[in-house]
T-cell receptor, first 111, second 113 residues
Framework: DAKTTQPNSMESNEEEPVHLPCNHS???????IHWYRQLPSQGPEYVIH???SNVNNRMASLAIAEDRKSSTLILHRATLRDAAVYYC????????????FGKGTLLTVNP | NAGVTQTPKFQVLKTGQSMTLQCAQD?????MSWYRQDPGMGLRLIHY???????DQGEVPNGYNVSRSTTEDFPLRLLSAAPSQTSVYFC????????????FGEGSRLTVL
C-alpha cells in the first residue's frame, strides 16, 4: 500500500487559515486521498476525500497536486474546535477496502 | 440515527480472561472493521469484513477473532487477553467500495492487567 508523509505537528492561530500538507509520492491511479481528524478522546471523523480534482465541503477544502504526489487540507478559518490530529490516508478504490492510518499531524490552535 | 455503536466503553480484564467487544451499525453498511490505537500511534487495522459471512485479517490480527453473521454486527473477541492488548479499540463501517467515507464508533478502552 502506498504511504503518506505528514509533519508531526503544526500550530495555527484562531480565525486564520491552516494548510496541512501531505506527501504521497507512490500513489497509484486508483488511490483516493482521504482526510480524517481525531479530536481528543474521540473516534476519527471523516473530513474530505478526492481523487484528482480539488474538493470543497462545509468542513474544509482539499487541494491535490497535478501529479497527485502531494495534497493539502485547507481549513479556511481555524477555530479552537479544530484542534485535533489530522490523518492523510490513501484508500484504493474498488476491491481494496482497507485504510491504513499513519501518525498524522497534531494541529494546535492558539486563541 | 445511532450510527456505529460500541460496547462496552471501558473494560478491565485480567491476563488470560476472554471478552467480546461489540460493534453494531444501523446504516446498512457492507464494510466493517476493527482498529486499535496505542498511545502516540495512529490506528492499526485488526480485522475487517466486506459483508455478512466474509472476514479478513488486517495489519495486527494475532490474538483476535471476528465473525460477521449479520450486516449490522461485527464483534471482536479476545480469547485469552494479554497486557499487550491494552489499547483503545475503534469499530468503523462504510457503504462498501474503497472510496467511501468511514464512520467510526466512540471507542472502547481496554486495560489488561
Amino acid at each position: 500500500d502506498a504511504k503518506t508523509t505528514q509533519p508531526n505537528s503544526m500550530e495555527s492561530n484562531e480565525e486564520e487559515p491552516v494548510h496541512l500538507p501531505c506527501n504521497h509520492s507512490t500513489i497509484s491511479g486508483t488511490d483516493y486521498i482521504h482526510w480524517y481528524r481525531q479530536l481528543p478522546s474521540q473516534g476519527p471523523e471523516y473530513v474530505i476525500h478526492g481523487l484528482t480534482s480539488n474538493v470543497n465541503n462545509r468542513m474544509a477544502s482539499l487541494a491535490i497536486a497535478e501529479d497527485r504526489k502531494s495534497s493539502t487540507l485547507i481549513l479556511h478559518r481555524a477555530t479552537l474546535r479544530d484542534a485535533a490530529v489530522y490523518y492523510c490516508i490513501l484508500r484504493r478504490g474498488g476491491s481494496n477496502y482497507k485504510l491504513t492510518f499513519g501518525k498524522g499531524t497534531l494541529l494546535t490552535v492558539n486563541p | 440515527n445511532a450510527g456505529v455503536t460500541q460496547t462496552p466503553k471501558f473494560q478491565v480484564l485480567k491476563t488470560g480472561q476472554s471478552m467480546t467487544l461489540q460493534c453494531a451499525q444501523d446504516m446498512n453498511h457492507e464494510y466493517m472493521s476493527w482498529y486499535r490505537q496505542d498511545p502516540g500511534m495512529g490506528l492499526r487495522l485488526i480485522h475487517y469484513s466486506v459483508g455478512a459471512g466474509i472476514t479478513d485479517q488486517g495489519e495486527v490480527p494475532n490474538g483476535y477473532n471476528v465473525s460477521r453473521s449479520t450486516t449490522e454486527d461485527f464483534p471482536l473477541r479476545l480469547l485469552s487477553a494479554a497486557p499487550s492488548q491494552t489499547s483503545v479499540y475503534f469499530c468503523a463501517s462504510s457503504y462498501g467500495p474503497g472510496y467511501g467515507e468511514l464512520f467510526f464508533g466512540e471507542g472502547s478502552r481496554l486495560t489488561v492487567l
